[in-house]
């Protein structure tokens, strides 16, 4: 493998905390001279776009796709996005290591390493005021961002907010303990750990 791009959904402002969150992999992949790309695309639409384009820009790559679930995920990443009353995309042509989730959401990552919230959050955080699901994945969307804001409002920083926080908690997550939680960003690092130590990578 000579290259490794990911299309993940979010706002530009995401790139730094997914940078450190995917630091190790990064590491990894610059150790056996494979380029890494890490690009923040808005959107779902734009980027399941972006990915599609990548795909006939950069077909030597390894092009993974990861976006939000939006709710729970039954079926295998690549069919979950493609089942017509989701998304119903077209991924026919794409191998199922290149679909990838945040489930239920991005914010179920941060509640899979409650002491990075504390730190970064500080005097005041809450946190019985979140889930206390061991399985992160299971936890509603809906309930993602309302349970950190409640969390937080009494902190110094403020109540969760995601274009001000996220990064910096992103950045701050032990990949260990999410990757514990949540099966999916296990997948996701073991999908990239394989193909890195593929033969010739």
């Given at each position: 493998?000579?290259?490794?791009?990911?299309?993940?959904?979010?706002?530009?402002?995401l790139?730094?905390?997914?940078?450190?969150?995917?630091?190790?992999?990064?590491?990894?992949?610059?150790?056996?001279?494979?380029?890494?790309?890490?690009?923040?695309c808005?959107?779902?639409?734009?980027?399941?776009?972006?990915?599609?384009?990548?795909?006939?820009?950069?077909p030597?790559?390894?092009?993974?796709?990861l976006?939000?679930?939006?709710?729970?995920?039954?079926?295998?990443?690549?069919?979950?996005?493609?089942?017509?009353?989701?998304?119903?995309?077209?991924?026919?042509?794409?191998a199922?290591?290149?679909?990838?989730?945040m489930?239920?959401a991005?914010?179920?990552?941060?509640?899979a390493?409650?002491?990075a919230?504390?730190?970064?959050?500080g005097?005041?955080?809450?946190?019985?005021?979140?889930?206390?699901?061991?399985?992160?994945?299971?936890?509603p969307?809906?309930?993602?961002?309302?349970?950190?804001?409640?969390?937080?409002?009494?902190?110094?920083?403020?109540?969760?907010?995601?274009?001000?926080?996220?990064?910096?908690?992103?950045?701050?997550?032990?990949?260990?303990?999410?990757?514990?939680?949540?099966?999916?960003?296990?997948?996701?690092?073991?999908?990239?750990?394989?193909?890195?130590?593929?033969?010739?990578?």
């Amino acid at each position: 493998m000579r290259e490794i791009r990911l299309y993940i959904e979010g706002a530009p402002e995401l790139r730094r905390g997914f940078r450190g969150f995917l630091a190790g992999l990064e590491e990894n992949a610059r150790r056996r001279k494979c380029r890494w790309e890490i690009v923040l695309c808005g959107s779902r639409s734009s980027t399941y776009d972006a990915f599609q384009f990548a795909l006939r820009t950069h077909p030597k790559a390894l092009n993974i796709l990861l976006v939000d679930a939006e709710w729970p995920v039954i079926k295998t990443p690549r069919e979950h996005l493609s089942a017509p009353k989701g998304d119903a995309w077209d991924l026919s042509a794409v191998a199922d290591e290149q679909c990838h989730l945040m489930t239920q959401a991005m914010e179920a990552w941060f509640l899979a390493d409650i002491d990075a919230l504390r730190k970064y959050y500080g005097q005041g955080f809450q946190a019985g005021a979140l889930p206390g699901r061991e399985k992160v994945e299971e936890i509603p969307k809906v309930d993602l961002a309302p349970s950190l804001e409640n969390a937080t409002r009494r902190t110094q920083k403020g109540k969760y907010d995601k274009i001000r926080h996220a990064p910096q908690i992103l950045e701050r997550l032990d990949p260990g303990k999410v990757r514990d939680r949540a099966s999916h960003c296990e997948r996701l690092f073991i999908t990239i750990e394989q193909q890195l130590s593929t033969e010739g990578a």
